[in-house]
T-cell receptor, first 120, second 113 residues
Framework: GAVVSQHPSRVICKSGTSVKIECRSLDFQATTMFWYRQFPKQSLMLMAT?????????EQGVEKDKFLINHASLTLSTLTVTSAHPEDSSFYIC????????????????FGPGTRLLVL | AQSVTQLDSHVSVSEGTPVLLRCNYSSSYSPSLFWYVQHPNKGLQLLLKYTSAATLVKGINGFEAEFKKSETSFHLTKPSAHMSDAAEYFCVVEGQAGTALIFGKGTTLSVSS
């Protein structure tokens, strides 16, 4: 089956630093990737939709200057948390759709294992 | 707008007994619905999905769900729980075709021996 990886799996950083999280589709190409955030014991909340070769679309309330998204190729999207603060500590999950089947209703999204960010 | 409501935040069953995880949805059009499972320290895994074909959908690991339009429900069931089924389960509705997924708050399933 389709596999999505994320790197790193966990990261601890100091307040004020920037952290980059990578999301890769390993055996398929994805024009669209999604970034979600999950707080402890809560559901996933969509942060942004990442489109290869164009600007990401951010959900209401998500600061685009703080959460920089780059989708430079059909297999890689990155999320950079700039000037991280303790309230940014969370579990970040990406998902991707297979280019070959994109656009249809009910299409399966493949999820990465997530990145746990802790900002001290 | 689309939304899902998972009616139970926590369900506890004994091994070998049936599992029922309840989900109601709201959608302005015929929705695509999914159930995902999340095990600790693992990625989300698709259990099954409904996309306007058969209303009874069979998934992996013996799970199935029935789409009931009249009740706006998509409950997840399994005849006999296994210890390995203990995890977090999410009922999910798709946004407008081809867009992002909207997750319910999740149901924690505990299985005791």
């Amino acid at each position: 089956g389709a596999v999505v990886s994320q790197h790193p799996s966990r990261v601890i950083c100091k307040s004020g630093t920037s952290v980059k999280i990578e999301c890769r589709s390993l055996d398929f190409q994805a024009t669209t990737m999604f970034w979600y955030r999950q707080f402890p014991k809560q559901s996933l909340m969509l942060m942004a939709t990442s489109n290869e070769g164009s600007k990401a679309t951010y959900e209401q309330g998500v600061e685009k200057d703080k959460f920089l998204i780059n989708h430079a190729s059909l297999t890689l999207s990155t999320l950079t948390v700039t000037s991280a603060h303790p309230e940014d500590s969370s579990f970040y999950i990406c998902s991707a759709r297979d280019l070959r089947t994109s656009g249809g209703a009910g299409e399966t999204q493949y999820f990465g294992p997530g990145t746990r960010l802790l900002v001290l | 707008a689309q939304s899902v409501t998972q009616l139970d935040s926590h369900v506890s069953v004994s091994e070998g007994t049936p599992v029922l995880l309840r989900c109601n949805y709201s959608s302005s059009y015929s929705p695509s619905l999914f159930w995902y499972v999340q095990h600790p320290n693992k990625g989300l895994q698709l259990l099954l999905k409904y996309t306007s074909a058969a209303t009874l959908v069979k998934g992996i690991n013996g799970f199935e769900a029935e789409f009931k339009k009249s009740e706006t429900s998509f409950h997840l069931t399994k005849p006999s729980a296994h210890m390995s089924d203990a995890a977090e389960y999410f009922c999910v509705v798709e946004g407008q075709a081809g867009t992002a997924l909207i997750f319910g708050k999740g149901t924690t399933l505990s299985v005791s021996s």
